[in-house]
């Protein structure tokens, strides 16, 4: 019986050296990962340092890593994020002094003014692109009328207006008609002479066939 006892205390002692032992190495690797995030967050890596701390605080449930969180939100500039990590970390942790406190309502104060002015800046955006865009400005009239379109031009030279028609009047009022008529009068006339059509006076033979003297 007393081998068994002995056995039993044997293997708790066993077990305890193995749960130590893993303890440290979670611990060792705890403190590894949470070095480099402080690293990172000093070298202003803040998203290396957010994911580093997150996984941190998902592996140990340690309400530090949600300030840690919180101040990466804050340096992101991601006002929403920081303003629910911080009261986070305020509702969960404990013992925490006044003047913790105090430094984690501040933050929370400066990340609630940044998120008003980022409201307000996206309000202005949205208000600015749904204004109506100014009317086109119309010109003035001009006194010299525009030139005329080369096209116009070509059909101006391409079809000139037709002649002014003349009002029609009868063929014998017109001065040429008579001049015309006095040509061939007088180049009759002139052709009757020649040909002897007009007897002379003293040729001219008296009715009773007497020739008659001349006059």
């Not at 592996?59 to 890593?65: A, D, F, G, Q, R």
């Not at 984690?104 to 990340?111: A, F, N, R, T, V």
């Not at 031009?153 to 014998?172: G, H, L, Q, W």
Request: charged share 20%; aromatic share 8%.
């Amino acid at each position: 019986m007393n081998r068994t006892v002995g056995t039993k205390r044997w293997l708790a002692v066993v077990v305890a050296g193995v749960l130590a032992l893993l303890a440290a190495r979670n611990a060792t690797a705890a403190d590894s990962r949470e070095l480099k995030a402080r690293e990172a967050f000093a070298a202003q890596r803040y998203q290396e340092a957010l994911d580093l701390f997150a996984k941190l605080y998902a592996e140990t449930l340690h309400p530090i890593y949600l300030r840690n969180i919180g101040r990466c939100y804050q340096n992101l500039g991601e006002p929403e994020k920081a303003i629910t990590s911080f009261h986070e970390y305020l509702r969960k942790g404990k013992n925490l002094s006044a003047t913790e406190t105090k430094e984690i309502e501040g933050y929370i104060s400066e990340m609630e003014e940044l998120q008003r002015r980022k409201e307000a800046s996206a309000a202005s955006s949205a208000s600015s692109a749904t204004e109506k865009p100014d009317a086109p400005v119309k010109p003035l009239p001009s006194a010299t009328p525009p030139p005329a379109s080369s096209t116009a031009t070509a059909s101006v030279v391409m079809t000139p207006p037709p002649p002014p028609v003349e009002e029609s009047s009868p063929v014998y009022s017109r001065w040429w008609f008579w001049a015309i008529v006095g040509g061939v009068v007088a180049t009759g006339v002139g052709i009757a002479f020649a040909a002897g059509a007009f007897t002379k006076t003293q040729d001219a033979t008296c009715p009773t066939g007497v020739k008659c003297d001349p006059m």
